[in-house]
């Protein structure tokens, strides 16, 4: 499956965006997640969200202001993104899981089968 994200752009300490993950392939039967890389840093798990029942879990610094969803009808997961502080600017991914695997949900990159290109978000202070 093909996954393209796209919704980055600039905005200021305090502000929202909404980044959105289009998959080309039936969406219904992956679990999703997103990851996020800042500069000179790895790759982190910042959420993701079950294919059946859209369960979802999310690392400790974005809950409460990031919120994952999924339209499985549209083939496409969103980020809403809330209250943004710099230490968010990063470069997002969006990545699958195929529903097949026993564990629904992980925060392991490496569990994931297939990725986005990534789309930038800057958050300026």
């Known amino acids: 499956v093909q996954l393209q994200a796209s919704g980055g752009g600039s905005v200021q300490a305090g502000g929202s965006l909404r980044l959105s993950c289009a998959a080309s392939?039936?969406?219904?039967?992956?679990?999703m997640g997103w990851f996020r890389q800042a500069p000179g840093k790895e790759r982190e798990f910042v959420g993701a969200?079950?294919?059946?029942?859209?369960?979802?879990d999310y690392e400790d610094s974005v809950r409460g202001r990031f919120t994952i969803s999924r339209d499985n009808a549209k083939n496409t997961m969103y980020l809403r993104m809330n209250s943004l502080k710099p230490e968010d600017t990063a470069i997002y991914y969006c990545?699958?899981?195929?529903?097949?695997?026993?564990?629904?949900?992980?925060?392991?990159?490496?569990?994931?089968?297939?990725w986005g290109r990534g789309t930038l978000v800057t958050v300026s202070s």
């Open positions: 969200i079950t294919w059946r029942n859209g369960k979802t």
């Open positions: 990545t699958a899981r195929a529903a097949s695997r026993p564990t629904p949900i992980t925060r392991v990159a490496s569990d994931y089968d297939y």
């Open positions: 392939a039936t969406f219904s039967q992956y679990h």
